[in-house]
T-cell receptor, first 111, second 115 residues
Framework: TQLLEQSPQFLSIQEGENLTVYCNSSSVFSSLQWYRQEPGEGPVLLVTVVTGGEVKKLKRLTFQFGDARKDSSLHITAAQPGDTGLYLCAGGPDSWGKLQFGAGTQVVVTP | DTEVTQTPKHLVMGMTNKKSLKCEQHMGHRAMYWYKQKAKKPPELMFVYSYEKLSINESVPSRFSPECPNSSLLNLHLHALQPEDSALYLC??????????????FGPGTRLLVL
């Protein structure tokens, strides 16, 4: 089983601050997805990273996939209250379609 | 369009009831998934359908019965559930399984409460 360790579990910051969420594994993943989920809603896809060393930007969000495709990070610049949510990384899928989810990072951005 | 729809949004049922959850996508995806999610936890895979055939059952109790009537629809039939089955049930779809870069798109979920 490929395990994904996500950290931190919880992050509370003020509006305007920066934050970084990490997703690490001892296994290589073919691709990795980042999702954001709000309470009572389904996860919304933010990005898929596929190539080792890849960096993708989505407005104030920057996603990086490690060179060895074992780790990834999500950096948010100048966080806003609308960035509040549960951030999930998910590695894979495998040939059966199974994703390996990290435990999630609850981000709270206060005005 | 990357929309997966789920109905109902909320469901309250007794332990003797029979109900069904529905999921629909019109993206031409041939793989569909059911997940169960408890509060503040990641989704847990329940079932995978690939080309309308059940390919994975993650040892889910028989009180949960999936059905894939066609390539756009996925149902989850519920019978004799327990209070611990209360959770957010998520449907997802992807183009196919078996390719390592297939992104899964999730629906908004059905919040189920079993009394």
């Amino acid at each position: 089983t490929q395990l994904l360790e996500q950290s931190p579990q919880f992050l509370s910051i003020q509006e305007g601050e920066n934050l970084t969420v990490y997703c690490n594994s001892s296994s290589v993943f073919s691709s990795l997805q980042w999702y954001r989920q709000e309470p009572g809603e389904g996860p919304v896809l933010l990005v898929t990273v596929v190539t080792g060393g890849e960096v993708k930007k989505l407005k104030r969000l920057t996603f990086q996939f490690g060179d060895a495709r074992k780790d990834s990070s999500l950096h948010i610049t100048a966080a806003q209250p609308g960035d509040t949510g549960l951030y999930l990384c998910a590695g894979g899928p495998d040939s059966w379609g199974k994703l390996q989810f990290g435990a999630g990072t609850q981000v709270v951005v206060t005005p | 369009d990357t929309e997966v729809t789920q109905t109902p949004k909320h469901l309250v049922m007794g332990m003797t009831n029979k109900k069904s959850l529905k999921c629909e996508q019109h993206m031409g995806h041939r793989a569909m998934y059911w997940y169960k999610q408890k509060a503040k936890k990641p989704p847990e895979l329940m079932f995978v359908y690939s080309y309308e055939k059940l390919s994975i059952n993650e040892s889910v109790p028989s009180r949960f019965s999936p059905e894939c009537p066609n390539s756009s629809l996925l149902n989850l039939h519920l019978h004799a559930l327990q209070p611990e089955d209360s959770a957010l049930y998520l449907c997802a779809s992807s183009q196919v399984t078996g390719l390592a870069t297939q992104t899964q798109y999730f629906g908004p979920g059905t919040r189920l409460l079993v009394l």
